[in-house]
C-alpha cells in the first residue's frame, strides 16, 4: 500500500501583507466593497465625529468578521444566500411534479404543509430548474439512458476489482479503470451502490429459503446465525456513467458555476450511444470487465431515491425523505496531502447504513491545466515578493512549481474531480450517526468533509448518475490520486439469500454462495488433511440441504453419520445394506442397462492392471466390453421376457454367462473369456460379499439425504472398495431421471475415484448426466496430487463451475496454482494450509473465505468426534 502524494493539497490561500497583517484576498475584496458604506457615514453631518468614526469602525469590523468563516465548505456569506434560496427552490416532488413547501420534521415523519406550484423563475432559467429539480430516468436502449430533464448518459456496470485493498492487483485495476475513463475523453462519473443487511431481513431471507424445511434445533441456530453475520455483509455495484458535453476542457462542468450556465446542453441519445461504443471498444484494452446497464440495472442504481420516489421532500435540517427512507449528503472539500488506494473503501465499510458513493472525474486538458498553475504560482511569488513570506505560501508555491514540472515531463495527467456520498436509512439516529461515523473516518485519513444541507434538493442532485457535483467539491489533482479515491471494492458472493459459507479475508464481509446459481451445479473441494477439507464440504452440503436440497454422499471413511443424523438424512453401512450393482438397468432398454452397468462389471471382473493405495486397479480390455455388452443386453432381454419384476442379480448373470451366453454367436476364445469373468463375478455371490453385491437393494438414493459408508467394507474387502464406489455411482446415474428435488452428489476422497479407469468412466458420465437433470456432483479429495494428477481429475476441476481451493503443503502449492490458476496473493494464502481458510472461486467470482460452521455445525461436522449417546440410538433406529 505504496502511499500517493497529493498535488496541491496545500493551503494556498493568498494572503497580502498589509502593515504587521497578512489578510486572505477575501478580507480585502470585503473591505473594499465596505468601504463606499463607511465613506457614506463619514458624510453623516447630524452625528458627532466621534460616533461617525465608531460607525465607520463598525462597518470594517463587520466586513473583516465576516470575511473568514464558513459553513458546509462554502464561506458564510454564500451559505447564508443558500440557505436563504432554499425557501424558493422546490422543497417537495408530489407525482413528479416539483413544488415550493414547508416542510417539518414530526414523530415518525415528517408534515408537508402550504405546498405551491415551483416559482416561475425555473421556466425561464433551465440551469436553476435542472439544479433543482428531480426527474425520472428512462432506458431508450442498452446503455443509454434518458433523464426528463437534462439529456442523455452512457451508463456501464463495471466488475469490481479482485484482491484485498492493499493488493497489488487492486492498485492496478484502480489506475486501469481512471486511465480508461480518461482515455473516453468525456465527463464520468463513478456511481456506487453500497448496500447492507440487517439482522432482521436476513433472517426473514433465511426463512424464506428455508421453509420447506423441517424446523429443527439446528436450523434455528444457522437462523441465528444468519442473522448475525449479516451485519457485516455489504455489497459494492459499480456504474460508470458517462456525460457527454457536460463540462468543456478545463473540467469545470457548466451546472456547477452560475456563471457558466449559459454554455449548458442536453446531450442527445444518439450523442450517449457513441461515447457507450467508444468505452466498451476501449475496455477490455485496460483490462476492465464493462457491459452496458439495461432498464433493470437503471432502475436498481436510483432505487430509493429523489429519482425513483412519486414522493420526496426535503426538511428544514436538510434531510431528504423518500418514503420510509431518510437520506443526507456529505462531501469532500479538501484532500489529504497522502492518499493510498483503499483509503475511501476503508471508511465506507464503517457504515452500518446503505449509500451511494460518487466520484466524478473530468478530464482537463493539460495546456489549461498549466495556465491555471501558472497563474496560481504568480499569485503565490507575488504574495512573497510584498512580504508573505510564510512556511505555507513557500510550500505551496514549490508544490505548484513541481506539478508544472510533473506536466511539461508528462509525468502526471490532471483531472478535477468531486467525491460525494449519500447516506439512506430508515431511522433518523442510525442515518445521523453513520453519517458522524464515516465522516469521523475520512477525516482522520486528513480529509475535510461537511454535510452539504442547503438549497433544496440541489445537493443530492449531485449524487444522480450523470449530475453535475457541487462547486465546492471540485478538486484539480492528478489521475493517480483520482484512483486511490474510487469508491470500489469487489463484493464478490454477497447475496445474502443463499447459503452462507463464511467470510471473506479480503472484505472481511460474509460470503454466500448456492451452486444452483451457477452456470452448472458441479463443485471441487480439495485441501490436504489438516486444511478443514472435511468441515468445509459438511458444512456446504448441510447448509444446502436446509435450503432444500437433498443429497447422497459417497463416505468412503464413514464419517458423515453425524451430519446425517443432524439434517434429518440416514447413514448406511454398506454390507449391513446393499445395493443391487444390476438395480441401475431395470427401467431402462436392455442395451441402454447393459451400457450403464458394463463399466461396474468391468471393475468387479477385470484383469488386474496395477496397485494403487494397496487396492488391485482392475479393467476389461476392450475386445471382452465388445462382446460382453452384447451378452449383458441379451441377459436384459431375457430376464425381463421371462422372469418377470424386479431387478436381477449377480447370481443371475453369473448363471447365464455360465449357460446360455455366446451358443452361437462368439468364438472358442470368447467363451474361455465368459468363463473367466462368471467366475470373477461369482467371488460376490459368496461369503460375506454376497451380503453387500448379490442381495436386492435395501435403499434408494435420491428420495432423502443419504450418506453410504464403506469404511466396514474397506476394512474387509479392500480390494473391493473400488467395485463398491462404481456401484454406488451407477445407482446415483439411474436415479438422475427420477429426481423431483435438486440433489447434490458427494463423492468424498474423489481421488479413489478418478484413479482408476472404469470407477473413473462412470464418475465421468454421473458429472455429464447431473447438468442435464439438474444435480450437482461435489468432489472432495485430500490427495491433492492424486486427484489432479489424472487426466480425469484436472477435467473434473477445469469443468466444475465452483472451487474450493483449501490449504497444501509448499511442495504441492505450485501445481494447485497451475491448475487452479491462483493468483500470487491466492497462493501464498493456501500454502502454508490454515484450517478452514482457503480460495472460493465460482463463475466470475472468487475470494479469499473462511469457512464458518458455526458451534451446531461444527458440533456434528468435525471428523473423528464422538457420537453422543442420543445419536447412537438414533442411528441405531435408523
Not at 12 to 28: E, K
Not at 137 to 146: A, D, H, I
Not at 474 to 499: E, H, I, K, M
Not at 795 to 817: F, R
Request: with cysteine.
Amino acid at each position: 500500500m505504496k502511499p500517493i502524494r497529493v498535488p496541491l493539497a496545500i493551503d494556498a490561500q493568498v494572503r497580502i501583507p498589509i502593515g504587521p497583517m497578512l489578510l486572505p484576498l477575501r478580507v480585502l475584496l470585503l473591505v473594499a466593497a465596505a468601504s463606499p458604506l463607511a465613506l457614506a457615514a463619514l458624510q453623516i453631518g447630524s452625528l458627532s465625529i466621534s460616533l461617525r468614526l465608531a460607525l465607520v469602525a463598525a462597518v470594517y469590523v463587520v466586513a473583516f468578521s465576516v470575511a473568514t468563516p464558513s459553513r458546509e465548505g462554502v464561506w458564510i456569506g454564500t451559505w447564508v444566500v443558500y440557505r436563504a434560496a432554499g425557501g424558493l427552490l422546490p422543497a417537495a416532488t408530489e407525482s413528479g411534479r416539483a413544488m415550493r413547501a414547508r416542510v417539518r420534521r414530526v414523530a415518525g415523519g415528517v408534515e408537508i404543509t402550504r405546498l405551491r406550484p415551483a416559482p416561475r423563475l425555473l421556466e425561464h432559467m433551465r440551469a436553476l430548474s435542472l439544479l433543482s429539480t428531480p426527474a425520472g430516468f428512462s432506458t431508450t436502449e442498452p446503455g443509454v439512458t434518458l433523464q426528463a430533464r437534462g439529456g442523455a448518459r452512457a451508463v456501464l456496470l463495471v466488475d469490481g476489482p479482485e484482491g484485498s485493498t492493499t493488493s497489488s492487483a487492486y492498485s492496478s485495476w484502480c489506475l486501469h479503470l481512471v486511465a480508461w475513463m480518461l482515455a473516453v475523453e468525456c465527463p464520468a462519473q463513478v456511481f456506487t451502490r453500497i448496500s447492507r443487511h440487517d439482522s432482521h431481513r436476513a433472517q426473514l431471507a433465511f426463512d424464506a429459503a428455508t421453509r420447506s424445511s423441517a424446523r429443527s434445533r439446528l436450523l434455528e441456530m444457522e437462523r441465528r446465525l444468519a442473522g448475525m453475520v449479516a451485519e457485516q455483509t455489504v455489497g459494492f455495484t459499480h456504474y460508470v456513467v458517462f456525460s457527454p458535453g457536460a463540462a468543456p476542457r478545463d473540467g469545470v462542468p457548466f451546472l456547477s458555476s452560475a456563471v457558466r450556465w449559459r454554455g449548458i446542453i442536453e446531450p442527445t441519445p444518439e450523442e450517449a450511444s457513441r461515447v457507450l461504443t467508444l468505452a466498451l471498444r476501449l475496455a477490455p484494452g485496460f483490462g476492465i470487465q464493462a457491459r452496458p446497464g439495461d432498464r433493470d440495472d437503471i432502475a436498481a442504481a436510483i432505487a430509493g431515491t429523489i429519482f425513483d420516489s412519486p414522493r420526496a421532500a426535503v426538511d428544514s435540517d436538510g434531510v431528504v425523505h423518500c418514503g420510509e427512507m431518510q437520506q443526507v449528503v456529505l462531501t469532500a472539500t479538501q484532500l489529504p496531502p497522502m492518499v493510498y488506494h483503499g483509503a475511501l473503501v476503508e471508511a465506507l465499510t464503517h457504515s452500518r447504513v446503505d449509500m451511494t458513493a460518487v466520484l466524478h472525474l473530468l478530464p482537463v486538458d493539460p495546456a489549461i491545466a498549466r495556465r491555471s498553475l501558472d497563474r496560481r504560482l504568480a499569485l503565490q511569488r507575488y504574495a512573497a515578493r510584498e512580504g508573505n513570506t510564510g512556511v505555507d505560501n513557500q510550500v505551496a508555491a514549490a508544490d505548484t512549481t513541481e506539478t508544472l514540472a510533473a506536466l511539461a515531463r508528462r509525468d502526471l495527467t490532471t483531472c478535477r474531480i468531486a467525491l460525494m456520498l449519500s447516506l439512506q436509512d430508515s431511522d433518523r439516529g442510525a442515518l445521523l450517526d453513520s453519517a458522524e461515523r464515516v465522516g469521523g473516518q475520512l477525516q482522520s485519513k486528513g480529509f475535510e468533509m461537511t454535510i452539504v444541507r442547503y438549497p433544496g434538493f440541489v445537493p443530492v442532485m449531485g449524487l444522480a448518475p450523470g449530475g453535475a457535483p457541487l462547486g465546492r467539491s471540485l478538486v484539480l489533482t492528478s489521475s493517480d490520486v483520482a484512483s486511490c479515491l474510487l469508491p470500489a471494492l469487489g463484493t464478490p458472493f454477497n447475496d445474502v439469500r443463499q447459503p452462507l459459507v463464511g467470510i471473506s479475508e479480503l472484505t472481511g464481509a460474509p460470503a454466500y454462495l448456492s451452486v444452483w446459481s451457477r452456470a452448472n451445479h458441479n463443485a471441487v473441494i480439495v485441501g490436504s488433511s489438516g486444511s478443514g477439507k472435511s468441515v468445509t464440504a459438511k458444512t456446504l452440503l448441510a447448509r444446502h440441504v436446509v435450503h432444500g436440497a437433498t443429497a447422497v454422499v459417497i463416505d468412503p471413511d464413514s464419517e458423515y453419520r453425524r451430519l446425517m443424523l443432524a439434517i434429518g438424512g440416514r447413514h448406511l453401512e454398506l454390507g449391513d445394506d446393499a445395493l443391487n450393482p444390476l438395480a441401475a438397468g431395470v427401467d431402462v432398454a436392455a442395451d441402454t442397462a447393459a451400457s450403464m452397468v458394463l463399466p461396474t462389471l468391468s471393475v468387479m471382473a477385470g484383469d488386474e492392471k496395477g496397485i494403487r493405495d494397496g487396492r488391485p486397479v482392475r479393467r476389461l480390455p476392450d475386445e471382452d466390453l465388445a462382446w460382453l455388452h452384447g451378452e449383458v443386453s441379451a441377459f436384459f432381454a431375457r430376464w425381463r421376457e421371462h422372469d418377470g419384476q424386479g431387478a436381477p442379480l449377480i447370481g443371475d448373470l453369473v448363471e447365464f454367462l455360465r449357460t446360455d451366453a455366446g451358443k452361437s454367436e462368439i468364438g472358442a476364445r470368447e467363451r474361455d473369456r465368459c468363463a473367466l469373468i462368471a467366475s470373477r463375478l461369482r467371488r460376490f455371490t459368496q461369503g460375506d460379499r454376497e451380503r453387500i453385491f448379490n442381495r436386492r437393494s435395501t435403499f434408494e438414493v435420491g428420495t432423502s439425504p443419504v450418506a453410504v459408508g464403506l469404511r466396514q467394507l474397506s476394512l474387509t474387502y479392500a480390494a473391493d472398495l473400488t467395485p463398491a464406489l462404481a456401484v454406488v455411482l451407477t445407482s446415483v446415474l439411474a436415479a438422475l431421471k427420477q429426481l423431483k428435488n435438486r440433489l447434490i452428489v458427494v463423492v468424498d476422497e474423489a481421488h479413489r475415484v478418478t484413479s482408476d479407469p472404469d470407477a473413473g468412466e462412470v464418475l465421468g458420465q454421473l458429472v455429464r448426466q447431473a447438468r442435464k437433470y439438474g444435480a450437482g456432483v461435489w468432489m472432495c479429495s485430500q490427495r491433492v496430487d492424486d486427484f489432479i494428477g489424472t487426466d480425469l481429475g484436472r477435467t473434473l476441476a477445469a469443468t466444475a463451475a465452483t472451487k474450493m481451493v483449501l490449504g497444501v503443503e509448499e511442495a504441492m502449492a505450485h501445481l494447485l496454482a497451475e491448475t487452479f490458476a491462483l493468483s500470487e496473493e491466492e497462493a501464498a494464502l493456501v500454502s502454508p494450509p490454515v484450517q478452514g481458510r482457503g480460495v472460493l472461486i465460482s463463475g466470475q467470482e472468487r475470494t479469499v473465505v473462511r469457512v464458518l460452521p458455526g458451534p451446531a455445525l461444527l458440533s456434528v461436522a468435525e471428523s473423528g468426534a464422538p457420537e453422543t449417546p442420543t445419536e447412537r440410538r438414533a442411528s441405531s433406529a435408523a
